[in-house]
């Protein structure tokens, strides 16, 4: 038997309805916020994840896939959508359109990263990018959606963490500042940390090695540092999310794993994760598309782990209504198709018996199907139009005519 690959999986009913129950939510929502989705390719150039995520992350140098096509050219799978999406926006010029300028994605990122719960080497997200738009409103209502998306899923116990990582002018200062600091600690530093001073200061402040625990503690924070500007921009998105009652947590330590973000970067975790507790993850992103090739222009977004919404999803209700359809005998299979004809379009979920079976098996069948009800259609059922309807999980049964049935099954009337 071949296997599937360490840090992948395979999904499929019951968890399939999660991740189906997630999107629906997802396009729902976006779409009333003037969203529309964007699909780009899985594979990219590896030049464009290390031109934007950023050359000294730990996603570009350790955790890529990364390989070269028959022709020798670098392609990587994508892990992460934000470059892929900002590429594409510059490839055909969508940021003079304002119709492109709310994209989302669904879609998988892959990271080969040491899989444990919540983390996987395939994964899905759920994703935003506002284009062209600076305002602090933007950052708001990039963290108001991403909040009533959890919240539609029923997830209310999620704590929004924020802070300002400032502009590139800003950061600069503060980053050599904070080099200062961390290079009086080296020796209680861990390697990687001491290989972060110099090449990704800000990166330290994210590790999660106790001795540089308790040198993080006592670093300077950025945001006593931000310009002017950066300051105004952070204390109307704070504003913002006071003035609409949304809770949230100034965390001054709070960097991400990406280069690209200036300005507002946030996290919604759970405790109820255990150790990768970030459900989203985002940030205003204003240097990206230049640096890309593309125009000086501001963007924000973010992304939510599908897994790990599904983990906290465990216990939600599976709203699944099919019914399991068997005929006992020949002849009233005509009747028992046009049945399930007449029940499928009226939205019921119906899975008709191929076989001829006995009753006995047939009940076992729809068990084995997990069908919510069955109907056994008979000669006694085809001449007196009478169908007995029998709900799987209660064993109660009721007769009704075959235009009762969708009503029954779907409003319970
Ligand atoms: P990220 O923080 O790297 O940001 O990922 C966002 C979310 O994806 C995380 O909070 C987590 O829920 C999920 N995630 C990340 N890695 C894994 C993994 N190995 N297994 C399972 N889930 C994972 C980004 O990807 C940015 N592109 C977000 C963004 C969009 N920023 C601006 N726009």
Redesign the pocket.
């Known amino acids: 038997m071949v296997s599937s690959v360490k840090g992948t999986f395979d999904l499929f009913y019951p968890d399939i309805k999660k991740y189906l129950l997630m999107e629906e939510c997802a396009r729902k929502i976006f779409s009333l916020y003037g969203f529309s989705e964007i699909r780009t390719p899985i594979l990219e150039h590896t030049e464009l994840f290390s031109r934007s995520v950023g050359d000294e992350t730990d996603?570009v140098k350790k955790e890529m896939y990364t390989f070269l096509d028959k022709k020798g050219r670098s392609l990587t799978l994508r892990?992460?959508?934000?470059?892929p999406v900002i590429r594409a926006i510059i490839e055909h010029k969508l940021y003079e359109s304002p119709r492109h300028s709310r994209l989302y994605y669904i879609g998988p990122?892959f990271?080969y990263?040491r899989p444990q719960k919540?983390?996987?080497?395939q994964?899905h997200?759920i994703?935003?990018?506002i284009i062209n738009d600076p305002f602090p409103l933007i950052d708001f209502e990039g963290i108001l959606i991403a909040k009533e998306l959890l919240n539609s899923l029923g997830i209310l116990e999620v704590e929004v963490k924020i802070n300002s990582v400032g502009c590139k002018k800003c950061r600069q200062n503060f980053i050599s500042i904070l080099k200062d600091y961390l290079n009086k600690f080296k020796g209680d530093l861990c390697s990687d940390c001491n290989e972060r001073i110099e090449r990704n200061t800000l990166r330290v402040l994210d590790c999660k090695v106790a001795s540089c625990q308790k040198v993080i503690e006592n670093s300077p924070v950025i945001i006593d540092y931000i310009c002017d500007e950066c300051k105004e921009h952070f204390s109307k998105v704070t504003q913002f999310l006071n003035d609409f009652e949304i809770p949230f947590k100034i965390t001054p330590r709070l960097v991400?794993?990406?280069d690209?973000?200036t300005k507002t970067v946030f996290?919604m975790t759970s405790f109820k994760l255990g150790s990768?507790d970030?459900?989203?993850?985002?940030?205003r992103?204003d240097g990206l598309i230049s640096s890309l090739g593309g125009p000086d222009i501001p963007s924000?977004?973010?992304?939510?782990?599908m897994?790990?919404?599904s983990l906290l999803m465990e216990d939600s209700p599976l709203n699944d209504n099919l019914l399991y359809l068997a005929w006992m005998g020949e002849e009233c299979l005509k009747f028992a198709m046009e049945c399930a004809s007449y029940l499928r379009s009226k939205g019921v979920e119906v899975v008709l018996e191929g076989s001829l079976r006995s009753l006995k098996n047939s009940l076992k069948r729809a068990e084995r199907f997990q069908a919510n009800y069955s109907l056994i259609i008979g000669e006694d059922e085809v001449k007196s139009e009478l169908l007995t309807l029998k709900n799987m999980r209660n064993g109660e049964q009721i007769a009704l005519k075959l235009n009762e049935i969708p009503n029954f099954i779907l409003n319970g009337e």
């Not at 892990?79 to 470059?83: D, I, Q, S």
């Not at 970030?278 to 940030?283: D, K, M, T």
């Not at 924000?300 to 782990?305: D, Q, T």
């Open positions: 996603i892990p992460e959508n934000t470059a990122q990271r990263e919540g983390r996987y080497r994964f997200q994703g935003i990018e991400r794993g990406l690209y973000y996290e990768q970030a459900i989203v993850g985002g940030g992103y924000f977004g973010w992304a939510l782990g897994e790990r919404l």
